[in-house]
């Protein structure tokens, strides 16, 4: 990755309880409203250690609870979650939230499980379209921990918010057993994230984040399931042994994203603000995005894709925001491939390398190439489907990412 247009921007498994949480293509201008928070206000010192892109996800189920299951990325005090509603239709009323840490499947860690409040209630009624943040839980979360978020919603009805593809085991139950620290009520299993969009910690004085704005590529489709290999959690391992103030990361790929249109979720357009501007401690916005664009052949050119790209700069910068592009990786073998494709991909990959838009930029597609065809992906990488990487590809992403460039903060 190489430095292009930089802007200076100012910017234990155990959990314990008393102190310690130890224990056709659209135009490129639209901007949604923003997006509203209730609950207790936000606080400076919070900074995003997971994330989780909200979209619509079924219908709502009455007296259902919800056991979830996520892993963070930096440590710190003060536990805080957001709850979203963002694609209801109708308030929705969580009576009932709590915070481990997971021992195996859904059993918690004992003396793990404390109450969530929100504004010093234990219940929270979230309005339609918004999202509610919890008071902060005093104790320290370790870093790197698999945490347990359990909420249940009594009258829960109409669209439901959450996140389709976690690539990560959850547990629902019938009921309310939010409290238990034991699995037995914790029957069900799913693949999805249910209503909690964003966990947030106040770690050291200085510290920041980098939201991961993608596709199903960041999502980690291909990736093993259950082990945290998405290429933003390579990331995040690999940042937490360095001394680098940007520390947390939160994943927003959604399956199918796209930069321009709406589809597999709204579009990163219509999402940013949401997703991604309004996460705590966000220092640097990581993109890459662009492949269902240009593979969708609904007559996106490589001139629409960098308007988008532009606005998409334009916005994080007025925001105060360091953002970071990445090329398009090569998915010939995929069934929508053609050499007109291949053809918008290289024009967009040699603009993400050249424009200075970025204030730096991965190369992702020199990493994943073949050198024998340089339009497919390596096979050593490829997860089967010539478009999405393994394991190894998702890591190999991830080192290729240069630390250095994500703290912008200072640099001239």
Known sequence: MRARHRRAVRLAALLLLAGAFQASPVEASGRQPAFAVVGAPADRRDVVTWGASADRIGDAVPDRGYRLIVHTGV???????????????????????????????????????????????RSITIPAGAAALSDPLPGRLPAATNLVVSIHSQDAAGPATGHGMA??????????????????????????WAYLDSVSVRP?????????????????????????????DYLARRLEKTHSAVRGVANEGISGNRVLAD??????????ERDVLSQPGVRTVFLFEGVNDIKSHSGVTARNL??????????????????????????KGWSEWDPAAEAVRQEVNAYIRS?????????????????????????????GDHLHPNDKGMQAMADAVDLTELDCAGRG
């Open 75 to 121: 440590g710190g005090t003060d536990l805080r979650v957001r709850l979203s509603n963002a694609f209801g239709d109708r308030p929705v009323t969580f009576d009932s939230v709590y915070a481990g840490i997971q021992q195996t499947g859904a059993a918690l860690v004992h003396g793990s499980n404390r109450r969530l409040t929100f504004d010093g209630a």
């Open 167 to 192: 690539m990560q085991t959850s547990y629902l139950s019938l009921g309310d057993h939010t409290a238990e620290e034991g699995a037995a009520d914790w029957t069900q299993t799913t693949g999805s």
């Open 204 to 232: 050291h004085a200085g510290t920041a984040a980098v939201v991961a704005l993608g596709d199903s590529i960041t999502d980690g489709w291909q990736s093993t399931s259950d082990l945290n290999r998405r290429w933003p």
């Open 263 to 272: 589809g597999g979720g709204q579009s990163a357009l219509n999402r940013l």
């Open 306 to 331: 960098v308007a988008g790209y532009r606005e998409i700069a334009r916005r994080v910068h007025a925001a105060g925001k360091c953002v970071v592009g990445a090329t398009v990786a090569p998915f």
């Open 355 to 383: 424009s200075g838009d970025f204030d730096a930029y991965t190369d992702f597609d020199h990493i994943l190439r073949s050198p024998y065809d340089p339009e497919r992906i390596l096979p050593f990488f490829d997860g």
